[in-house]
């Protein structure tokens, strides 16, 4: 997850006062000089872009679009991922040609993936935070999946990825066929 942002400022940065601040457009941190500004208009200037940043916070926040970077990851993946899963698969089961939201064999795989996955936090990363998941996390994560056992009909085997199964596929990734 990306790093909270952080809040529009003035510094001095390399001997000339400079404003940082947030540009929503693009997603980015931007810094503009406010070196030939007076302090006053520096005030103003630094209050305004304050001020889009909590507009922009009170519009993220009545979109319900953006979880807290600080929200404990399992309880969001349970609480906000899972239920969206559900809703999604109540509107298919609704009207399943309009070919809107997810299949129910989707849903399940995806129920079992989040199984799995909230189950290794639980064991691995028990108060793992939202904005904590990194890319090293993951990799660990799959590495750990890899080394779990799985059944082929009466055969338990290591899971791979080129022997785990494709239940949508219907048959083992990278097999022929």
Not at 26 to 35: D, F, L, W
Not at 76 to 84: C, G, N, P, V
Not at 103 to 127: C, E, V, Y
Request: net charge positive.
């Amino acid at each position: 997850m990306a790093r909270p942002q952080k809040q529009s400022r003035i510094v001095k940065w390399r001997g000339r006062w400079t404003l940082f601040y947030h540009d929503y457009q693009t997603g980015k941190e931007c810094r503009e000089s406010v070196h030939s500004l007076t302090e006053e208009q520096r005030r103003t200037l630094l209050a305004r872009h304050r001020q889009a940043d909590k507009n922009q916070q009170a519009e993220v926040i009545q979109r319900g679009g953006m979880l807290a970077y600080d929200t404990d990851l399992v309880h969001a993946l349970a609480e906000h991922y899972l239920t969206d899963v559900a809703e999604r698969e109540a509107a298919r089961a609704e009207n399943p040609e309009a070919r809107e939201g997810i299949a129910r064999r989707s849903a399940i795989d995806i129920r079992a993936s989040m199984r799995m996955f909230t189950g290794w936090l639980n064991q691995k990363h028990p108060r793992l935070q939202t904005g904590s998941l990194d890319g090293a996390k993951l990799k660990s994560y799959f590495s750990w999946l890899a080394r779990q056992d799985t059944k082929r009909g009466t055969k338990t085997v290591k899971m791979s990825g080129q022997t785990w199964p494709c239940p949508a596929l219907g048959v083992a990734l990278g097999s022929p066929g």
